[in-house]
């Protein structure tokens, strides 16, 4: 987990890296297309945000939850790309690519939700001693 923590860090600071060389480089299309990034990733976050405050069934199921976000996360995709003129079928290329980054997630999130057990285990079964 430790290595898989260090590319995700590799890969975000390459992103950001990219993104600023690309904005300097670009016109003004790309300006309007961070804009738009920026609004429809708002929009997302305020979606799972009411999720997460109003939902019983959505606060209780991890496995719920993370397919929920992959499915919206999916879906501002798309809207993103296809408002930005992007083609259906590149979108749907783009949320193909996510589902191993949602996998590996979902793994990692398994290794520590188990993680977390155990340790409540063995801070309960030392309080009980």
Same mark, same amino acid.
């Given at each position: 987990? *430790? @290595?898989?923590? *260090?590319? %995700? &860090? !590799? &890969?975000?600071? =390459? +992103?950001?890296?990219?993104?600023?060389?690309?904005?300097?480089?670009?016109s &003004?299309?790309?300006?309007?297309?961070? $804009?738009?990034?920026?609004?429809?990733? @708002? +929009?997302?976050?305020?979606?799972?945000? &009411?999720?997460? *405050?109003?939902?019983?069934?959505? #606060?209780?199921?991890?496995?719920? #939850?993370?397919?929920?976000i992959?499915?919206?996360?999916?879906?501002?995709? $798309? +809207?993103?790309?296809?408002?930005?003129?992007?083609?259906?079928? $590149?979108? $749907?290329?783009? !949320?193909? %690519?996510g589902?191993?980054?949602?996998?590996? =997630? %979902?793994?990692?999130?398994k @290794?520590? !939700?188990? /993680?977390? *057990?155990?340790? %409540?285990?063995? /801070? /309960?079964?030392?309080?009980?001693?």
């Open positions: 987990m *430790k @290595y898989l923590k *260090k590319l %995700l &860090l !590799v &890969l975000c600071i =390459g +992103a950001i890296y990219n993104l600023y060389f690309t904005l300097i480089n670009s &003004l299309t790309s300006w309007v297309n961070i $804009i738009l990034f920026i609004i429809f990733g @708002y +929009a997302e976050v305020f979606t799972l945000e &009411l999720l997460f *405050k109003y939902s019983i069934k959505f #606060q209780k199921n991890v496995y719920i #939850q993370l397919l929920t992959f499915l919206v996360s999916s879906m501002v995709e $798309i +809207a993103y790309m296809l408002v930005t003129g992007l083609s259906f079928t $590149i979108a $749907i290329h783009f !949320v193909l %690519l589902i191993p980054i949602t996998i590996i =997630g %979902l793994l990692y999130w @290794y520590y !939700v188990d /993680k977390i *057990k155990k340790l %409540l285990r063995d /801070k /309960k079964s030392s309080l009980s001693n």
